[in-house]
Nanobody, 126 residues
Framework: VQLQASGGGLVLPGGSLRLSCVAA????????MGWFRQTPGKEREFVAA????????NYADSVRGRFAISRDNAKNTGYLQMNRLEPEDTAVYFC????????????????????WGQGTQVTVSS
C-alpha cells in the first residue's frame, strides 16, 4: 500500500480545508487510517483516526468539534475535513495506515502504523 495525501494549502483563520489520502493498492477489508501533524522541532501529533470497517472514529482534544474524519471504501480514500482553522493548526499533515484494526486507545500511537504518506502542508495565517 502507498499513501498519497493532498489538499493542503494556505487558508485564513476561521477557514476550511479538506485533506484526502488515497491508499493505493489497498486490498484488505480491515485496517485503520490515521491523520497526524508535525511542526518543526516538535513530535508528530495525533489528529484523528478511523477504521475501515466503520467502527468508531476518534479525535485529539485540540481538534474535536472542528475536524471531521471520513472515508470512502470504494475509492480507498480517507478524508480530513478541517473547519474553523486556527493558526495553531499550521503543520505538515500526514496520513498513516495499518492493516490492523486498532482499538481506540491505540490509534493515537504513531508506531502502530506501518505506512505513511508524504505529508501535505497546511498553513493558517492572515
Amino acid at each position: 500500500v502507498q499513501l498519497q495525501a493532498s489538499g493542503g494549502g494556505l487558508v485564513l483563520p476561521g477557514g476550511s480545508l479538506r485533506l484526502s489520502c488515497v491508499a493505493a493498492g489497498r486490498t484488505s477489508r480491515t485496517g485503520t487510517m490515521g491523520w497526524f501533524r508535525q511542526t518543526p522541532g516538535k513530535e508528530r501529533e495525533f489528529v484523528a483516526a478511523f477504521r475501515w470497517d466503520g467502527s468508531s472514529t476518534n479525535y485529539a482534544d485540540s481538534v474535536r468539534g472542528r475536524f471531521a474524519i471520513s472515508r470512502d471504501n470504494a475509492k480507498n480514500t480517507g478524508y480530513l475535513q478541517m473547519n474553523r482553522l486556527e493558526p495553531e493548526d499550521t503543520a505538515v499533515y500526514f496520513c498513516a495506515a495499518t492493516t490492523r484494526n486498532l482499538i481506540t486507545s491505540s490509534r493515537s500511537i504513531s508506531t502502530y502504523y506501518d505506512v505513511w504518506g508524504q505529508g501535505t502542508q497546511v498553513t493558517v495565517s492572515s
